[in-house]
């Protein structure tokens, strides 16, 4: 996808989890020098400084992630725009459905009310909203055939960061990439400052998992320095 975008645009960036893809990508994107792409933690955009980049672009990802992953790219997508810059992105819309937390292929699928509730909150509104007279916009949308939902930053939110990770919609099983996502998170609360929320994912951490020896040991590590 970045390969027909590049023209459009002066500088690109392509992310992903998966350091397979990333690999791949410098393979199949050689020769085109406005495109980087760059593997990341999965949970965030941390290598972008804020009010960077005029447009955030995610086709057929978003869906594969747990509800809790989705957010928090909202919210670092928030952080990461200009003022007035634009997100567009592909999620499923229709009947609520979730996949378990450790799941990270199945597809989830968001209602209206939730995305509109998750772009508010997070200072977005939808540009066809915004250039619509009609009270019931949202509606028109949103809909199950919309390919792309293209909402513009208008305020920048509030970082939260705070997840209860007892009270969600865990299941007793964790993969072990979640565990490993939720241990950098916990790694970058305490590279942070943010003690309290690093010490409550790691108890939630071994309370949810508590199989690895080798997380074990980077918990105690951390904890010490
Ligand atoms: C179905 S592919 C779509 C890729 C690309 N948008 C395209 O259309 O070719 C989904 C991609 O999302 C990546 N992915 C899944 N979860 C992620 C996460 N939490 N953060 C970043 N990338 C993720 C996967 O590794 C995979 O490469």
Not at 46 to 59: E, G, H, I, K, Q
Not at 67 to 76: H, T
Not at 129 to 145: D, F, G, I
Not at 205 to 213: A, I, V
Request: contains cysteine; proline residues 5%.
């Amino acid at each position: 996808m970045l390969k027909p975008l590049a023209p459009h645009f002066r500088s690109l960036v392509g992310i992903d989890v998966s350091g397979e893809m990333i690999r791949k990508s410098k393979q199949w994107l050689e020769g085109l020098a406005n495109i980087k792409t760059l593997e990341t933690s999965g949970v965030d955009l941390r290598p972008f400084p804020s009010d960077s980049f005029n447009l955030v672009y995610s086709y057929v990802a978003f869906q594969h992630m747990p509800r809790q992953v989705f957010e928090r790219y909202l919210e670092e997508t928030n952080r990461v725009l200009q003022p007035d810059g634009y997100l567009a992105f592909q999620i499923p819309i229709g009947l609520h459905r979730n996949a378990p937390l450790g799941d990270t292929i199945g597809i989830r699928n968001y209602s209206i009310e939730e995305i509109s509730e998750k772009l508010d909150r997070l200072g977005f509104q939808l540009v066809e909203e915004r250039n619509s007279k009609t009270t019931a916009s949202k509606e028109r949308v949103l809909t199950e055939q919309s390919p792309l939902v293209l909402a513009q930053k208008i305020t920048t939110a509030m970082p939260q960061h705070v997840t209860d990770w007892v009270n969600t919609d865990c299941e007793k099983e964790f993969s072990l990439l979640d565990t490993r996502m939720w241990l950098w998170f916990a790694e970058q609360c305490l590279h942070e400052g943010r003690q309290d929320e690093a010490l409550r994912t790691y108890k939630s951490l071994l309370q949810q998992d508590p199989r690895s020896l080798e997380n074990w040991s980077r918990i105690v590590e951390n904890l010490i320095e």
